[in-house]
């Protein structure tokens, strides 16, 4: 049963994280959201949205009520592989050390991650995917726990190096910030534009966190509810026999493995944090647009009839 009041203390402190952060970001309740269940589940966020959208003040203000080092990294097309991981230098005593770089942080915030070349892009995704960096030969393990949050700005795109579809597959989630409402802008630029300061408190401690990571991985889940997801992880590949006609129509790639593993593991959180002890089919379906989004790839006659990818995921669920 300890695992029970666990899970409901992890309840009680995120409605309590929820409203630190709100105290500085106004409305985005399903950005937050979603970035909170990729945290608990390990997982990390591509935030997609134009400039402007509090982006970098959302990660920053997450950073501070759970108690964990922040850096932003801004991603140029000049920054070396070397710029974010640290690099050797010789010391007083003419001997090799090692600089940490701008990684070594609890939360990464890569801006504008489309704006860097490959290599610079894929010394970053080593640390996604390993949690640990290797620098003239040698291993450095990062500090758990260990978040990338990148940001990507969908409209311009002169100059910029998109992410191939096999490193956009270690994100957990493709989350979508939108524009604020009439009601919440006006509540923003009220707050913003006198003199106010706002203290965040710190609600979780990194040990808290790695341990309701560890409860979220221990959460059973009935065979139906894995079928579903690994059902509809296969309806997105085209030379699947369950493969329905929109998928042959309007799908070039469908999503891999990883998409059926964040499916489960995002749903067993989602259900957590909604007081169940138990995911069922609803918390699938409530976290699959934010995984599939980036998974899929869709052709051109999906693009000239104006279906979107959301539109796809909506028709398959």
């Given at each position: 049963?300890?695992n029970?009041?666990e899970?409901d203390?992890?309840?009680?402190?995120?409605?309590?994280?929820?409203k630190?952060?709100?105290?500085?970001?106004?409305?985005q309740?399903?950005?937050?959201?979603?970035?909170?269940?990729s945290?608990?589940s390990?997982?990390?966020?591509?935030l997609?949205?134009?400039p402007?959208?509090?982006?970098?003040?959302?990660?920053?203000?997450?950073?501070?009520?759970?108690?964990?080092?922040?850096n932003?990294?801004?991603?140029?097309?000049?920054?070396?592989?070397?710029?974010i991981?640290?690099?050797?230098?010789?010391?007083?005593?003419?001997?090799?050390?090692?600089?940490?770089?701008?990684?070594?942080?609890?939360?990464?915030?890569?801006?504008?991650?489309?704006?860097?070349?490959?290599?610079t892009?894929?010394?970053?995704?080593?640390?996604?995917?390993?949690?640990?960096?290797?620098?003239?030969?040698?291993?450095?393990?990062?500090?758990?726990?260990?978040?990338?949050?990148?940001?990507?700005?969908?409209?311009?795109?002169?100059?910029?190096?998109p992410?191939?579809?096999?490193q956009?597959?270690?994100?957990?989630?493709?989350?979508?910030?939108?524009?604020?409402?009439?009601?919440?802008?006006?509540?923003?630029?009220?707050?913003?534009?006198?003199?106010t300061?706002?203290?965040?408190?710190?609600?979780?401690?990194?040990?808290?966190i790695?341990?309701?990571?560890?409860?979220?991985?221990e959460?059973?889940?009935?065979?139906?509810?894995l079928?579903?997801?690994?059902?509809?992880?296969?309806?997105?590949?085209?030379?699947?026999?369950?493969?329905?006609k929109?998928?042959?129509?309007?799908?070039?790639?469908?999503?891999?493995p990883?998409?059926?593993?964040?499916?489960?593991?995002?749903?067993?959180?989602?259900?957590?944090?909604?007081?169940k002890?138990?995911?069922?089919?609803e918390?699938?379906?409530?976290?699959?647009?934010?995984?599939?989004?980036?998974r899929l790839?869709?052709?051109?006659?999906?693009?000239?009839e104006?279906?979107s990818?959301?539109?796809?995921i909506s028709?398959?669920?």
């Open positions: 049963m300890s029970v009041n899970l203390q992890l309840v009680e402190k995120y409605k309590a994280l929820k630190e952060i709100h105290k500085v970001i106004i409305g309740e399903e950005v937050v959201d979603q970035v909170l269940i945290m608990f390990r997982g990390h966020c591509l997609v949205g134009v402007g959208l509090a982006k970098t003040l959302l990660v920053n203000t997450i950073a501070q009520s759970l108690g964990l080092s922040f932003r990294i801004q991603f140029t097309p000049d920054l070396m592989p070397s710029d991981v640290g690099a050797e230098i010789l010391n007083e005593n003419r001997a090799f050390q090692f600089v940490k770089g701008p990684l070594f942080s609890n939360i990464v915030l890569a801006d504008e991650i489309n704006r860097t070349p490959p290599k892009q894929s010394a970053l995704l080593e640390a996604m995917q390993e949690r640990h960096v290797t620098a003239a030969g040698k291993t450095y393990d990062l500090p758990k726990p260990f978040f990338v949050l990148a940001t990507q700005n969908p409209i311009e795109q002169e100059g910029t190096y992410l191939p579809e096999a956009l597959d270690r994100f957990m989630f493709n989350i979508w910030v939108d524009y604020p409402t009439f009601e919440e802008e006006m509540a923003i630029v009220r707050s913003t534009t006198q003199d300061n706002v203290t965040v408190n710190q609600i979780m401690s990194s040990e808290e790695m341990r309701f990571q560890a409860l979220i991985r959460i059973p889940v009935a065979e139906n509810v079928e579903y997801a690994v059902k509809l992880v296969g309806k997105t590949r085209i030379n699947d026999t369950s493969a329905p929109l998928t042959k129509d309007f799908i070039t790639w469908g999503a891999g990883r998409a059926s593993q964040y499916l489960i593991i995002g749903a067993k959180c989602h259900a957590v944090l909604k007081g002890y138990a995911p069922d089919i918390d699938v379906q409530a976290v699959a647009k934010p995984i599939l989004r980036h790839v869709r052709n051109y006659k999906a693009e000239a104006g279906y990818m959301d539109k796809i028709e398959l669920l």
